[in-house]
């Protein structure tokens, strides 16, 4: 007995697909994206109120957390390097004598647009700077075409079309060196990609953070929005986990299949922020 070649069954409604996809191209009228426009733009205006309020009830209690955090003995340096990124600005053995010496770290953000933020570190004396504190200040410079007309709530269209890119202005703070020997930043220069100006090869110091304006890996984010916020998880090592490199993730693989037991009393890894 020979055997019939089968026919592929067609999925119901196959055949009515063939006359085109409805869903291939929708368009709308000007009214209509008018009030989509609206629509988001209501949305952009309540989470900028959120923003603001939030900060204002985080302000304070950040405050308390901040002395119980001085009291404890090289706190932030142990915090800062539980984070891969800062772990790769911070590799030279003087960068990590000089970073045993802060003391504190504090967050001021902008009143209009939370978004923003002027980055300050404590220090104690130390052989390399005089300085007691630098600063790392993020400019926020709009440049938005929109309305500054404001709402009830201070807010206006301009200030809801917010971009990082267009409207943040990052800026170079000058550290007083106790002498060129001191200097890192000239001990340890940043290097970039010579084809690609925006890679970067070695980011050498990590005080380069500070006399260099451009904040290439976006270091003064992450330390903002991801490890401030969760000091106290990243000091106890309880976050981060996502910061593994893809060996980490695959020695990780390999322990899961090999492993026979839940250990129950280990932390989970808390998801880092987006920045």
Do not use: C
């Not at 019939?4 to 006359?19: C, E, L, M, V």
């Not at 109120?49 to 209690?61: G, K």
């Not at 084809?195 to 330390?223: C, K, M, R």
Request: proline content about 4%.
């Amino acid at each position: 007995m020979s055997a019939k070649t089968g026919k592929k069954r067609a999925s119901p409604g196959t055949d009515d697909i063939k006359n085109g996809d409805p869903l291939a191209e929708v368009s709308i009228g000007e009214e209509e994206d008018q009030k989509l426009t609206a629509a988001q733009k209501d949305v952009q205006r309540v989470e900028l109120v959120l923003e603001r309020r939030a900060q204002q009830s985080l302000t304070p209690v950040y405050q308390k957390r901040r002395e119980t955090l001085k009291a404890i003995a090289k706190f932030w340096p142990v915090t800062l390097l539980k984070h891969s990124i800062v772990g790769f600005h911070a590799q030279h053995d003087a960068d990590r004598i000089a970073l045993s010496h802060l003391e504190d770290v504090w967050i001021v953000r902008d009143a209009q647009e939370p978004k923003v933020f002027t980055l300050e570190f404590y220090f104690k004396e130390n052989p390399y700077f005089t300085d007691s504190v630098l600063k790392k200040e993020y400019k926020f410079e709009p440049q938005s075409k929109g309305s500054k007309d404001v709402d009830a709530d201070g807010i206006s269209d301009a200030m809801l079309d917010f971009s990082w890119e267009r409207d943040v202005v990052p800026q170079a703070t000058k550290i007083s060196w106790k002498d060129e020997s001191k200097k890192l930043t000239k001990l340890y220069p940043l290097v970039l990609d010579q084809e690609d100006a925006e890679q970067v090869v070695d980011p050498g110091s990590f005080f380069n953070f500070f006399e260099i304006a451009q904040d290439h890996l976006e270091l003064g984010v992450i330390i903002a929005n991801e490890i401030f916020p969760d000091a106290i998880d990243y000091f106890r090592g309880n976050a981060g986990g996502d910061e593994l490199d893809s060996d980490d993730d695959e020695d990780s693989e390999d322990d899961d299949e090999d492993a026979d037991e839940i250990d129950l009393e280990k932390p989970r890894a808390k998801k880092a922020k987006n920045a």
